[in-house]
Each structure stands twice: as C-alpha cells, then as structure tokens.
C-alpha cells in the first residue's frame, strides 16, 4: 500500500460538464501520473508531474489538464466532459527512493459521461 | 507501433494448468515490472526484475534483458489467478513508462 487514495471513486456527469478528479498521495513521493485505461488500449498516459507546479503532457493530454499545487496533490481536470472521455482513471505514483522502476497504483475513478 | 508487446491478449485455461504470458519490448529498459488486475479491481504489483527469475509463491517471471523479453508463468493455475496481467517497462531516460495492453487470463474451474 502505497498510501495513494482517489476521489470520487465513481461519478456520472453529463456532456459539457467540467469534471476534477482527486489524487493524494502520503508519502511525499515526486513524480505523479494520472493514466486512463480503455478495452483494447491499455493504460495510456495523460499527465504526469515532476514536483510541484512541473507538469507535462503524456500521450492522450486534449481535454484534460492537471495541477499541482501541493507534493500530495495531484488535479486531473476534464474542462468539457466528452462521451470519449468516458474511462476508468488511474492515479500512480513513483517512488524515487529504492527502485525507481515501480509505479503504485491508486484503486481508480470510473468516470460515466451521458 | 507499441513499444511493449505482450501476448496472447486472451487466454483461456482450465484449472491446474501451466500459464506462460509473454511480454516483448522495443524500447531500452533496466528493469520491467509485471501488475496484476482482478476484474473491476484496481492494479498490484507482481514483480520488478533486471536479470533472471524472481518467484512467489506460484508464480514466475523471468527477463532477458538482451533478448527484450520476459514471461510470466503460473504454475498450477487457479481460478482466483483469473485477471488482467499487464507488463510495463521503465525508460531508462526520461519519465513516462511504457505499457503493454495486457493479457486477459480466465481459469475455469
């Protein structure tokens, strides 16, 4: 357990909607990711951050953004919900300390957009 | 073109049988991470491993760091062995991981 939660854990939201999902981490560790994961693609990276306020892009970025304003506390923010953008979120994070080749998970938000 | 190949994508297995997933990559890596995913579940860590054979319990992975690739076996399958088995592979520069698609595994009783 690497003391990541993730909140909501299950939201419906309607097309149009700005929608922000929570990630928060115990343990002070610096680099964040925020994935989604879809049948047939896999995990696919959307945002991911280096420390706080340092964020980049990951492959599937349009229609997200991310903030973090606090080492604990990473933003994933879908300005204008889209059906497409109906996933399971995942939240990790990766340890810098020991083996830096490990991502822990958080136990995901199913995000519903109608 | 997906830097990590993992095969097959569905795998159907009766109960006791011996399972090999497959994981190949293209990308230079020090080390590839194997996960697990129990249906509706979120994601558990198997294995990290640079070299060799790591084992727990009934399960196996091995890599070949040369060859870029590793497997993932399970002796002795259990239906509670049925999940999402990912790999995933660090770069050795840069931040982002890579990640095969998974293998769906379903043991039958």
């Known amino acids: 357990d690497a003391g990541i939660t993730q909140s909501p854990r299950h939201k419906v939201t309607e097309t149009g909607t700005p929608v922000t999902l929570r990630c928060h981490q115990t343990?002070?560790?610096?680099?964040m990711y925020w994935y989604r994961q879809d049948p047939g693609h896999g995990l696919r990276l959307i945002h991911y951050?280096?420390?706080?306020?340092?964020?980049d892009k990951g492959e599937v970025s349009d229609g997200y953004s991310v903030s973090r304003s606090k080492t604990e506390d990473f933003l994933l923010t879908l300005e204008s919900a889209t059906s497409s953008q109906t996933s399971v979120y995942f939240c990790?994070?990766?340890?810098?300390?020991?083996?830096?080749?490990?991502?822990?998970f958080g136990p995901g938000t199913r995000l519903t957009v109608t | 073109k997906n830097e990590v190949e993992q095969s097959p994508q569905n795998l159907t297995a009766q109960e006791g049988e011996f399972i090999t997933i497959n994981c190949s990559y293209s990308?230079?890596?020090?080390?590839l991470h194997w996960l697990q995913q129990h249906p509706g579940g979120g994601i558990v860590s198997l294995f990290m491993?640079?070299?060799g054979k790591k084992k727990h319990g009934r399960l196996i992975a091995t890599i070949n760091i040369q060859e870029k690739h590793s497997s993932l076996h399970i002796t002795a399958s259990h239906p509670r062995d049925s999940a999402v088995y990912i790999c995933?592979?660090?770069?050795?520069?840069?931040?982002?991981?890579?990640f095969g698609t998974g293998t769906s595994l379903t043991v039958i009783p």
């Open positions: 990790a994070i990766r340890p810098t300390s020991g083996s830096s080749y490990e991502q822990y």
């Open positions: 343990e002070n560790h610096r680099y």
């Open positions: 951050s280096y420390g706080v306020k340092d964020t």
């Open positions: 990308v230079g890596i020090s080390a």
């Open positions: 491993l640079s070299s």
């Open positions: 995933a592979a660090p770069p050795n520069t840069g931040n982002q991981f890579y």
